[in-house]
């Protein structure tokens, strides 16, 4: 994929079956992947890494989803990180929670490897372009 190139997923689940499917899939289109079982884990991963986007469980132990987009929204370079929430919570209201939060998109499990790799491209095409607006603005 020719977007793959640079770019670092965070994908943040407790269940290793569905880590292990979101993981390889993503891989397997050239992205490099890290990985997390708790919203805890997760936060202190992005302050190394500083990932490109972060695929998000809402249900775990330690820290949910939620309280990992809560820490997100507390400092300025990673509120901006493109999230999507991939959860089995497809409720309106969680729906509408997780947006107020900070979520970008929503995949709502079970979805299929096209339906993940899709939502990923849509969401860091978006980033590429809304950089390349930033870096020409600040040239100007």
């Keep these: 994929m ?17 880590l292990e499917f979101l ?39 330690v820290m949910d989803g939620y309280q990992v987009l809560l820490g997100l929204q507390e400092s300025s370079s990673t509120a901006q990180i ?8 497809t409720d ?5 929670n997780g947006m107020k939060l900070g979520a970008d998109d ?5 979805f299929t490897a096209q339906e993940l790799i899709d939502a990923v491209s849509t969401r860091l095409i978006k980033k590429d372009r809304s950089d390349r607006v930033t870096d020409e603005r600040v040239a100007e």
């Excluded at 020719?2 to 079956?17: C, F, Q, R, S, Y």
């Excluded at 493109?82 to 919570?89: E, R």
């Excluded at 309106?92 to 509408?96: A, I, L």
């Excluded at 929503?106 to 079970?110: G, I, Q, R």
Aim: net charge neutral.
């Design 2 to 18: 020719e977007n793959a190139k640079g770019h670092t997923i965070l994908i943040v689940d407790d269940e290793p079956d569905i």
């Design 23 to 61: 993981s390889y899939n993503i891989r397997k289109e050239g992205f490099k992947v890290y990985v997390a079982s708790n919203g805890q884990e997760a936060l202190r991963i992005v302050q190394q890494i500083n990932p490109s986007l972060i695929l998000l469980d809402v249900m775990m132990p």
């Design 82 to 89: 493109p999230l999507i929430v991939a959860t089995a919570k």
């Design 92 to 96: 309106r209201d969680s729906f509408r």
């Design 106 to 110: 929503f995949l709502p499990k079970p």
